[in-house]
């Protein structure tokens, strides 16, 4: 099993992408894949991302992955979307494509011995969720595409799935250290309420809940909506963090996006796990422990962003996109005692019948 050490668990997310030109993706698209097309950029936290237009009309994303990730692990992400694919394939994730010699992913060595991983995918079209309109029926819509997405990986399993991942919840603790790289000594001291909280009361129950491969970073530039219809999921892309977790850790990190800034701090919240449950129901003990889950989600966003801009200033605003929000949500979160947030959150999955198993 690919397994990254403890010492070595943040070395991928200190690294920076790979450098590659557009001019260079077009002749990897066209040597490797068949592929005549015109390279634009795309933002990425760890691989380098390129939209390509194709001659004939379609679209891809081309993915360098960076030198630093284990290909086990990026092999992983390539088989659970063929797996999700040939189970669910009306999921809007984006397809595999294949090189001319029928090869998901092309091993391409450099001069410089470093081997890049590089793959390309359907482009799914829509408008990224942090650009659209909220909404109630969008919030439920949202829980009821992951649970699909869920329940589609819950009999899919890779060698690489065990790998570790400094977004994985399980090693939260992991990032008290990056606290200094927060300069307010107040929100200093939220993280670590937050954090302690989820040490004290969720950690030691972990491995008792349900867990398989989650797709682990349902983050609003993750997801997309139909522009015309923007309570419609129309993609789920970025399968980057895939691991193998407790099931609810992604549905807490989706609700972590979804706080609302007027109300009761977990009325958006209990929207998107209300359509979760109505999929994919819910047992007891992941309804208890999902405050602590979302609350948690975001300190890792406010201490692991404020680490990486430090250390790469050139791509600051791509990994400061969710570092306000996080704070807004967090400073909202802590309005409420944890009795109050399991009695909220259990309310709203009695409130949603499950339609389906």
Request: hydrophobic share 45%.
């Amino acid at each position: 099993m690919a397994n990254r050490g403890r010492n070595d668990i943040g070395s991928l997310l200190a690294s920076a992408v790979p450098a590659i030109t557009a001019r260079e993706a077009e002749d990897l698209a066209r040597r490797y894949f068949g592929i005549e097309a015109v390279a634009g950029d795309l933002a990425g936290e760890r691989d380098r991302n390129f939209h390509l237009a194709a001659a004939d009309g379609r679209h891809y994303v081309l993915k360098v992955g960076n030198p630093a990730e284990d290909r086990q692990v990026t092999a992983l992400q390539t088989q659970a979307l063929r797996h999700i694919a040939a189970v669910d394939p009306a999921l809007p994730v984006p397809r595999v494509s294949v090189t001319r010699h029928g090869e998901a992913e092309l091993a391409l060595a450099r001069a410089d011995g470093e081997v890049w991983t590089v793959r390309i995918l359907s482009y799914l079209p829509g408008e990224p969720l942090h650009r659209a309109a909220r909404g109630s029926a969008q919030r439920r819509n949202l829980g009821a595409c992951l649970a699909r997405l869920d329940r589609a990986l819950r009999g899919f399993f890779h060698l690489a799935a065990g790998h570790e991942l400094m977004w994985d919840l399980k090693h939260a603790s992991r990032v008290r250290a990056f606290f200094v790289h927060i300069p307010d000594a107040g929100r200093r001291a939220l993280a670590a309420r937050f954090l302690d909280a989820f040490e004290r009361h969720a950690l030691p129950l972990l491995p008792a809940l349900r867990a398989q491969v989650i797709h682990n970073d349902m983050n609003p530039h993750n997801v997309l909506v139909r522009p015309d219809a923007p309570d419609e999921i129309a993609g789920i892309i970025d399968f980057g963090d895939m691991v193998h977790a407790p099931l609810v850790n992604d549905l807490a990190i989706a609700c972590a996006y979804q706080l609302g800034e007027g109300g009761h701090p977990l009325a958006a919240i209990g929207e998107v796990v209300a359509g979760y449950h109505a999929v994919l129901p819910l047992e007891p003990d992941e309804i208890d422990l999902l405050f602590d889950l979302v609350a948690t989600r975001m300190v890792l966003t406010v201490a692991i962003s404020g680490w990486r801009a430090a250390r790469h200033p050139d791509n600051r605003d791509y990994v400061l996109r969710n570092n306000a929000r996080a704070w807004a949500g967090l400073g909202r979160l802590a309005a409420l005692t944890r009795g109050e947030a399991r009695d909220v959150l259990h309310a709203a999955c009695r409130a949603e019948k499950p339609r389906c198993r």
